[in-house]
């Protein structure tokens, strides 16, 4: 199984840069991963933002991935419920599984529809720190479904 983390707009503070490079490795002893910047929409109404965004981000996604969307309203899990849900997949064969973190406006309604939605907590973070949240809690999963002692 292939990873790919997409999220719009780019990394700009150098600690988000830092942890992500770490736990971008710590994964790739795992599984082979992509993370990719698709630029952000400027001057637009919110919802010609996210229409454009999305279809940037639907140019990145292989045919027949599995599309997990962070989003607020979507289902929360804990680490142990990430890690079955990722080794679901991985035991199921999938190809390539994709985790999206929208822009400022989030994902259209026809994205949305399109894949399973997480929610990493109900407060709101900054899309910088999601990053980061989200590539430590899929090392955590690997970890869990490995049986090493990183979450204990």
Partial sequence: M????LWVGKSRDPWVKEALNDYAGRIRRYCPLELIDIRDE???EAEEMRRRECERLEKHIPPGATLVL???RGEQMDSPGLAAFIGKQRDA???DLVFVIGGAYGFSEEFRRRGK???LSRMTFTHQMVRAFLLEQIYRAFTILNKEPYHH
């Fill in 2 to 5: 292939k990873l790919k983390v």
């Fill in 117 to 119: 939605l997480l929610a």
């Fill in 93 to 95: 064969g999938v190809g």
């Fill in 70 to 72: 962070l989003d607020e």
């Fill in 42 to 44: 400027k001057g637009a």
